[in-house]
């Protein structure tokens, strides 16, 4: 999930991680398989499999996962051939929905995701209907010393750092300097909360109490499915309504 990243939808997005460990490190593995497959398989000359392993990196995954991921990617190791495919709609709000997908089956993936927009009063769009609004970018979150993040992020090459408040910053990195950016952030001692590449909105849709139940389910659900490696929007909801709706489970 990735929306307008204040911090208490970040702890959203976290906590659906860490309840479902197992499935996010299948979703890594597929990323290094395809970054391995169509770039090779050495971190030094391939920058999108350095980023895809300092993601699973940063998530804790194991190393002998990781290497099987790259060896399967290579074909040293027989494995599935996966092909990306993007899904764009919209969700209760008028907010944009743009969906991340590795898959085997474009049918079956096709069919889950279309099932998922319209059980949770979502609206599958056309190719390039939201896909427009949204830039690929690197996104570190840390917490720490504010001249210390952001004196460490710049000098490393981010691109940008917002302040999300206690203490928490958002990095913003070109997608190929997310690796370097972060280790740099590790280096200095500085703790970061979660490293990804995302897809960032242009702007942004502030969403009512009521259509964010609706529309965290509609992620929720989209994200669920084995298919799915992301999925973004460009909601706006107040981090007081967040926790709310978050207490309510």
Known sequence: ??????????KHRKGRQDAARGKLFGKLAKAIEIAAREGGGSQDFNPALATAVYKAKAASMP?????????????????ATYEEVWYEGYGPGGV???????TDNRNRAASEVRSAFSRNN????????VGYLFSQKGLIVVTGDEEAVVLTALDAGAEDVDDLGDGTFEVITAPAELGVVGEALGSAGIEIESADITQRPSSWVPVSEADARRLLRLIDALDDLDDVQAVHSNYDIDDTVMETVLAEG
Do not use: D, Q
Not at 96 to 102: G, K, N, Q
Not at 122 to 129: I, R
């Open 122 to 129: 979502g609206n599958l769009g056309e190719p390039g209907s």
């Open 96 to 102: 944009a929905i743009y969906v991340e997908v590795l």
């Open 63 to 79: 190393n002998e996962n990781i290497e099987r991921a790259i060896k399967r990617g290579t074909g040293e190791v027989a494995g």
């Open 1 to 10: 999930m990735a929306g307008h990243s204040k911090w208490a939808n970040i």
